[in-house]
């Protein structure tokens, strides 16, 4: 998939959000990890964003165990019919505004 099929799928996903949110960019790190995998130089290479904010958006996952033990994200049911909410609130915590709490 092409970077700019990502872009057209997110303003699918909401199309009041603007490319220069934070939380289009944070769309776009999450679905560019399906596409190349969880290597910050392979999602900036693929979708031309900021290596900081990409960086910065992986740590937040990685603390809160976002990816499984061989580096793979569970995005099951992010495309479903109302699976939205899970995917903006995964964009929320790669954007560091929310945690995974375990208990």
């Known amino acids: 998939m092409r970077v700019e099929k990502v872009k057209q799928i997110i303003r699918e996903m909401d199309e009041n959000l603007s490319e220069s949110d934070e939380s289009f960019s944070g769309a776009l790190v999450l679905i560019s990890i399906i596409e190349v995998g969880h290597r910050i130089k392979d999602i900036v290479n693929f979708s031309s964003l900021d290596r900081k904010f990409v960086a910065d958006f992986i740590r937040n996952l990685r603390a ?15 495309f479903d019919e109302g699976g939205g909410v899970a995917f903006w609130m995964d964009v929320s915590i790669g954007l560091g505004y929310i945690q995974r709490v375990e208990g």
């Open 64 to 78: 809160n165990k976002f990816f499984t033990w061989n580096n793979k994200i569970c995005h099951s049911g992010w």
